[in-house]
């Protein structure tokens, strides 16, 4: 047996494995998780985009404005609708069509009630040199606790989404 086998092998036998084959401390992808995270990050300027690891974002300053695509990103990300997000920060659905394709800019009272609704969802918005973005969490869905969905009318709220 080459070396490199051999190094393998003993890598492998040392390994806990349970009757799924899956190394009980890393846990099963499928069943011991208990949080997912969603990120959009937009780049601006012409030249690629650094990796992640060269680039640093700081969470947004509270008076800071969205931009249309960052909205859309949170909405995306938390599974909500312009019709929730209509509903929780209290701005016409026609706004938040326009402002989320680029076609108006809500004026910045309108803007910080978009914000504030989303954030109250979950999202966290970030911003660095030349980057803007939205990240959420999201813990498991329990059964009887079904996520924020696009049929879902129920108020968002820290013990609905046990953020």
């Keep these: 047996m080459s070396d490199s086998k051999a190094l393998k092998?003993?890598?492998k036998a040392s390994r806990p494995e349970n009757a799924s084959g899956l190394n009980p401390d890393?846990?099963?992808a499928q069943n011991d998780w208990n949080y997912s995270s969603g990120i959009r990050i937009f780049h601006f300027g012409d030249g690629h985009p650094?990796?992640?690891t060269a680039t640093g974002f700081l969470p947004m300053p509270p008076d800071r404005q969205l931009a249309g695509c960052v909205c859309q990103a949170a909405r995306a990300l938390l599974d909500v609708t312009q019709a929730w997000l209509w509903?929780?920060?209290q701005v016409s659905r026609k706004t938040i069509n326009d402002f989320e394709n680029g076609y108006a800019h809500p004026k910045a009272a309108l803007?910080?009630?978009l914000r504030r609704a989303l954030?109250?969802?979950g999202a966290q918005f970030i911003y660095g040199e030349?980057?803007?973005g939205v990240i959420v969490y999201r813990t498991?869905?329990?059964p009887d606790e079904p996520a924020i969905s696009a049929t879902s009318e129920r108020d968002v709220n820290h013990n609905s989404l046990k953020l």
Excluded: D, F, Q, Y
Aim: aromatic content about 0%.
């Design 9 to 11: 092998a003993s890598r």
């Design 26 to 28: 890393i846990g099963s």
């Design 50 to 52: 650094p990796p992640l």
């Design 111 to 113: 803007n910080l009630r």
């Design 130 to 132: 030349n980057i803007v």
């Design 87 to 89: 509903k929780h920060a």
């Design 140 to 142: 498991r869905t329990m």
């Design 119 to 121: 954030e109250r969802a």
